[in-house]
């Protein structure tokens, strides 16, 4: 088999010998390719045609299926340059080797050369449509799993033979290779790093998807997150038979539409299917056949694979991620874990999704963060990740965390994440709605109860639902006056209490029925007549700033794989882990824990009764009063890792 260039595109023949390997330049030159201030996207497209050659590829894998591939090499040829690349299900717009992304699709740009900074100092950037998606050959499996067998292909095995092509093909390149990608790609990054290409040096994977059943995406604790899996596979999910380069259709099925209003009426699950996904949705399917966490989700979940890691690791994150907040703190742990000697290292910041990469970082709905977070990530912490592993300059070490402490709005450097000197703090549930961290007297008791309807479900934001994230940052005073919601707080702080790692709900509970959600909400609420740094945004007087929340279905409080009945009126122990935080509760504010039943349409309704929710009928649904226990025998508690201050 040899290899021909026409017209930018490579083409496959059998017979004759292979196309001589590119040459590898060994000069290191530390000058950026260009001097220009690339001040907007106007500027970077114009550098982006200016200083690099667009080139189109059809890369033969192991099996002889071809992954469609754009590359932008720099004009200048007099040194070398490494390879950054991205592997992605979104497709990499816009086809034709003399089209080149312009001012008008931003998301293009950030796709082709990551960021303005990584554009100026010089890299050959890589793009490529995985297997079965767009302009690729093959067959499309969401979260592939990774082959069973030596002949098998898998997301790691395609990196390796991209990767293996475009050193030995492309001209000008150091030898040196990257892979980053934000979500999915994120996924992708992180497996490129499994039985890693030798040339693979720097791996960065950025809220990357990484377990479907328990935290990322589509289901958290095995709760089903509704609008986000039918919104997104009501598009992403639909059937490419052939490669194309056709524009995907992201329209909305409920466009115009309150989604709360439009999933309501949508009825018990099996009516998406009825009324919207005619059985066409393949992904869809598997999300209502596969209801625990079975053989298809674990063989779905990459963590144990994320052993023996060669290159170095930079996962990032962002606090108020609604799609893959746990994904970037569990790729993390897992990287760490498995390769203690390892070069990995952790990015949080208090971005929504991808928020780093396609926004200042200023703010985040009615929080203000006081800096420009995104920038100071771009040059201080992505470019010298890059630049000291693929370029070779020297440059400090990073820490092996860098995260970004809310409320006090400031940079933050461990040695360990979560930080060694955090200590264990519960927060224990009190008579009158309080919040204390002093240990209840023997024989004290009591509970507090109320009435869940999976008819009138607690809205997960105040506004018109139409996918706005910025329900992580939301003030929750729209839910704390709903009955169906139980508030927890404590009194006003007389010192900074900083709160830097994960959060464990300890709830003793019991309920009228025989399955119940539980949600917990961590809260800073601010004081009355509280300022806003930020002038453009709304006042913060008594704010209930929503830090973070997690569901946990109660049905899998003992197991995700088998689930078990609540016997009524019986008390039960439910214990989850919420995401990490790094959040300042500042002197004068309160520390509020609100718990909830309904977090609607972010999270299916519970017909709170033990059945099959994926197969539910209307009337399997049913109100229940739910209870929760605050005493010596049943402490309901949160548990904090704190680092600073102390709670009354």
Not at 374 to 387: D, K, M, V
Not at 623 to 647: A, C, D, N, V, Y
Request: contains cysteine; aromatic residues 12%.
């Amino acid at each position: 088999m040899y290899y021909e260039l026409r017209h930018g595109l490579l083409f496959f023949f059998v017979g004759g010998s292979a196309l001589a390997a590119a040459p590898t330049v060994n000069h290191i030159d530390d000058r950026p390719l260009f001097r220009e201030d690339l001040k907007d996207d106007e500027s970077r497209a114009r550098a982006l045609r200016e200083y690099y050659t667009k080139h189109e590829f059809r890369i033969a894998m192991r099996d002889s299926v071809k992954l469609f591939t754009v590359v932008y090499t720099p004009k200048d040829l007099s040194r070398s340059y490494p390879i950054l690349m991205i592997r992605t299900p979104y497709a990499v717009p816009p086809y034709g080797v003399d089209n080149y992304p312009n001012e008008k699709n931003a998301r293009a740009l950030r796709l082709a050369t990551v960021s303005a900074q990584m554009e100026r100092d010089g890299y050959i950037f890589v793009e490529q449509d995985v297997r079965g998606r767009s302009a690729s050959e093959g067959t499309f499996v969401d979260v592939r799993p990774l082959a069973t067998s030596k002949e098998g292909t898998d997301e790691s095995t395609d990196a390796y033979d991209t990767i293996d092509f475009l050193v030995k093909n492309v001209p000008n390149n150091n030898g040196r290779v990257g892979v980053w990608g934000i979500s999915y790609p994120g996924f992708y990054a992180a497996q490129s790093a499994i039985n890693a290409h030798p040339a693979l040096k720097a791996v960065s994977p950025q809220a990357p998807v990484t377990e479907w059943f328990l935290g990322d995406d589509f289901h958290h604790n095995g709760a089903l997150f509704l609008q986000d899996a039918f919104d997104f596979y009501s598009n992403f999910g639909r059937a490419r038979p052939k490669p194309t380069k056709k524009k995907a259709d992201w329209s909305s099925l409920h466009d115009g539409i309150d989604a709360y209003d439009f999933f309501l009426a949508m009825g018990p699950l099996p009516q998406a299917n009825v009324k919207y996904l005619n059985n066409d949705i393949s992904f869809w399917n598997d999300l209502m056949a596969h209801g625990t966490r079975d053989a298809f989700w674990k063989a779905r979940d990459p963590r144990p694979r994320y052993r023996d890691a060669t290159p170095a690791i930079m996962t990032v994150g962002g606090w108020f991620d609604a799609e893959d907040c746990f994904g970037a703190l569990a790729t993390y742990r897992a990287f760490e874990s498995q390769n203690p000697r390892g070069r990995n290292t952790l990015v949080v910041g208090p971005w929504q999704h991808g928020g780093w990469s396609r926004s200042d970082g200023d703010r985040l709905g009615n929080i203000a963060f006081g800096s420009k977070t995104s920038n100071h990530y771009r040059e201080a912490l992505e470019l010298a990740f890059f630049r000291k592993h693929l370029k070779q300059k020297t440059t400090e070490d990073a820490p092996e965390a860098a995260i970004f402490e809310t409320g006090t709005n400031e940079w933050r450097a461990y040695a360990t994440w979560p930080p060694k000197d955090a200590k264990a703090t519960h927060l224990f549930f009190r008579d009158g709605g309080k919040l204390s961290a002093v240990p209840l007297a023997q024989g004290e008791a009591g509970s507090d109860s109320y009435v869940s309807n999976p008819e009138k479900p607690v809205p997960h934001t105040a506004k018109l639902i139409d996918g706005d994230n910025t329900y992580m940052t939301e003030d929750q005073r729209f839910a704390a006056r709903r009955p169906d919601v139980l508030v927890y707080a404590t009194p006003e702080l007389e010192s900074d209490v900083t709160v830097s790692g994960p959060i464990e709900a300890n709830l003793w509970v019991s309920t009228t029925g025989t399955d119940a959600d539980f949600i917990v909400k961590i809260i800073d609420v601010y004081p009355d007549e509280a300022a806003n740094p930020d002038p453009t945004a709304a006042k913060l007087s008594g704010y209930q700033q929503l830090v973070r929340a997690e569901v946990m279905r109660g049905k899998f409080r003992s197991s995700f794989e088998t689930p078990t009945p609540f016997k009524p009126g019986e008390p039960s122990i439910v214990r989850f882990t919420l995401p990490d935080i790094a959040h300042s509760f500042r002197t004068g504010h309160k520390l509020m824990v609100q718990v909830q039943s309904t977090w609607f349409p972010l999270v299916d309704r519970n017909p709170q009764t033990f059945v099959d929710i994926y197969h539910a009928s209307a009337s399997d649904f049913r109100t229940q009063t739910h209870t929760i226990f605050r005493g010596s025998e049943r402490p309901s508690s949160i548990r904090l890792m704190m680092t600073k201050g102390r709670l009354p």
